[in-house]
T-cell receptor, first 111, second 113 residues
């Protein structure tokens, strides 16, 4: 079964804290990994892509990839209430170039 | 703004009816994908078109069909609507497919009564 798994949450963190979002995937051969942010009632917006093991930083966002363990995570530093959204992990599986999306993790950043 | 537009924004239909949803991709983007997103779920891939030909299909029945036109616009048609078709329908365009970045439109919210 080709799957991308995420905890649906909600994950609640205080303003200024680090939010850690996790995603596991079923295909060891997957090569590209994407994180999308989706505000309620809006469409997904790409915030990070990562292709190599290790960390990739972009502003307050860091994506971490561990292909051996088949997980990818997203860290959000100095979380702000405006970061409150659903975060979707997307991974092309089974040799496909079409990304399979997880169900998303709801993040709530409270003041 | 992604440069991808969809119409209509909202739509209400009754079971058994047919519906056509429209998407206008970024100029030069030859690939468009359509997704269905039910409440509380991630987007589910319906199909992809590349240069007006279907280029991949997800686990959706044949009553879901599509078209892509030379002017970078596309359509999703759904026949014999069922209650479970109620969802947010998203189109996403990309330059050529593969590992290119997908740019999502704002979506069409379809409600089937």
């Amino acid at each position: 079964q080709k799957e991308v798994e995420q905890n649906s949450g909600p994950l609640s963190v205080p303003e200024g804290a680090i939010a850690s979002l996790n995603c596991t995937y079923s295909d060891r051969g997957s090569q590209s990994f994407f994180w999308y942010r989706q505000y309620s009632g809006k469409s997904p917006e790409l915030i990070m892509s990562i292709y190599s093991n290790g960390d990739k930083e972009d502003g307050r966002f860091t994506a971490q990839l561990n292909k051996a363990s088949q997980y990818v995570s997203l860290l959000i530093r100095d979380s702000q209430p405006s970061d409150s959204a659903t975060y979707l992990c997307a991974v092309p599986l089974g040799g496909s170039y079409i990304p399979t999306f997880g169900r998303g993790t709801s993040l709530i950043v409270h003041p | 703004e992604t440069g991808v537009t969809q119409s209509p924004t909202h739509l209400i239909k009754t079971r058994g009816q047919q519906v056509t949803l429209r998407c206008s991709s970024q100029s030069g983007h030859n690939t468009v994908s359509w997704y269905q997103q039910a409440l509380g779920q991630g987007p589910q891939f319906i199909f992809q078109y590349y240069r007006e030909e279907e280029n991949g299909r997800g686990n959706f029945p044949p009553r879901f069909s599509g078209l892509q036109f030379p002017n970078y616009s596309s359509e999703l048609n759904v026949n014999a609507l069922e209650l479970d078709d109620s969802a947010l329908y998203l189109c996403a365009s990309e330059l050529t497919g593969g590992t290119d970045t997908q740019y999502f439109g704002p979506g069409t919210r379809l409600t089937v009564l």
